[in-house]
């Protein structure tokens, strides 16, 4: 703890609503401690070709109700390389930085691990991703916003799908997690969440029309999580018009609408909180580890585990969705 004098900070891979209130507060938490800070743009791309800037409080000013980040964000080919790795850590070397935090989702904490076991550099993670897939935390910074975009959208959708008389497929991101599928679906009352984790399951188009989801609607709409488990949107669709052509099919990808706009209260308290507990992490000695939340406390999860460990679903929502919709 005595060799950091000076903090870097970046955040990298997709962009997250609350990335800047992030920023803000592993700022100031930083100042307010001592340290020097310095931002880093464009994630490991910036680190590795010097893009390095001194952080000051009036930096992070007006920036926690903006989306995006300030400090911008690419993903890096090279940093997956030992020679791009060694580039960084020179950079870190030549800058002064003793130790980083890293804010971003699944494959910027798999870069932050290797990193930190290759030069022994403290590295504490925040969990910035829509996505909600990084195990050891309730939720992720970003995605109560994306769930919140997902439900305004489909109640707009609703309007038309009523109107038509349509089913709808709506695809919405998350990779290969469906926390925003089924939660955006219990959220806007969706007749089905079709999502990655019980896709080898259960065929759940068929499950679907085989429960007679329109016996008493004349619309109906299902959230798509985007993974080619679920076959997304379109290969639902296309499945619908071969196999059960009776019913007039829409599609609706939400795409990168979902990364956008201004966070939430809940995402910007989630961030500022992370955000302060990240600078404390290393205060007290701490390392490697990703700043989770668990029943609204926060707590240490080693990098090992919030990578690796697949973050299991609630599947008792499916039912409640499958009760909720007749």
């Given amino acids: 703890m005595e060799s950091i004098k000076c903090v870097g900070i970046l955040t990298s891979g997709g962009d997250a609503p609350a ?7 592993v700022t100031r938490t ?6 020097e800070v310095k931002g880093i743009m464009r994630g490991y791309k910036g680190l590795i070709s010097g893009e390095v800037i001194p952080f000051k409080t009036q930096n992070v000013s ?12 690419a993903r890096s080919k090279e940093f997956e390389t030992p020679e791009g790795r060694k580039v960084a850590y020179e950079t870190m070397q030549r800058e002064g930085i003793d130790a ?13 691990r290797i990193f930190a076991s290759e030069f022994d550099i403290p590295i504490v993670g925040l969990p910035g991703t829509i996505d909600n897939d990084l195990y050891g935390t309730d ?6 916003t994306a769930l919140n975009t997902i439900m305004e959208a489909v109640d707009k959708i609703r309007d038309t799908a009523t109107s038509h008389e349509r089913l709808f497929f709506i695809e919405v991101m998350g990779r290969n997690a469906g926390f925003l599928a089924l939660n955006g679906a219990l959220a806007t009352g969706a007749e089905a969440a079709i999502i990655p984790e019980i896709a080898t399951e259960v065929d759940q188009l068929a499950e679907l029309i085989q429960n007679g ?7 109906s709409i299902v959230l798509v999580a985007e993974s080619e488990l679920t076959g997304g949107a379109i290969g639902l669709a296309q499945r619908v018009e071969k196999e059960y052509p009776q019913y007039d099919v829409r599609v609706t990808i939400l795409g990168h609408i979902q990364r956008g706009g201004s966070p939430s209260a809940a995402d910007r308290i989630l961030a500022s909180r992370m955000g302060e507990a990240a600078i404390n992490a290393l205060l007290e000695g701490q390392r490697n580890v990703m700043i989770g939340i668990q029943n609204d406390v926060l707590v240490y999860v080693p990098f ?15 039912n409640t969705i499958k009760i909720l919709s007749i």
């Fill in 19 to 25: 990335m800047n209130a992030a920023i803000r507060a």
């Fill in 30 to 35: 930083a100042i307010y401690n001592g340290f």
């Fill in 62 to 73: 007006n920036i926690i109700q903006q989306g995006g980040t300030i400090l911008k964000t």
């Fill in 100 to 112: 980083l935090v890293v804010i971003g989702g699944d494959g910027s904490l798999t870069g932050a």
């Fill in 139 to 144: 939720t992720t910074i970003g995605y109560d």
């Fill in 213 to 219: 989801f329109r016996k008493s609607k004349n619309s």
């Fill in 304 to 318: 090992t585990k919030a990578i690796r460990n697949d973050k299991p679903i609630n599947r008792d929502l499916l």
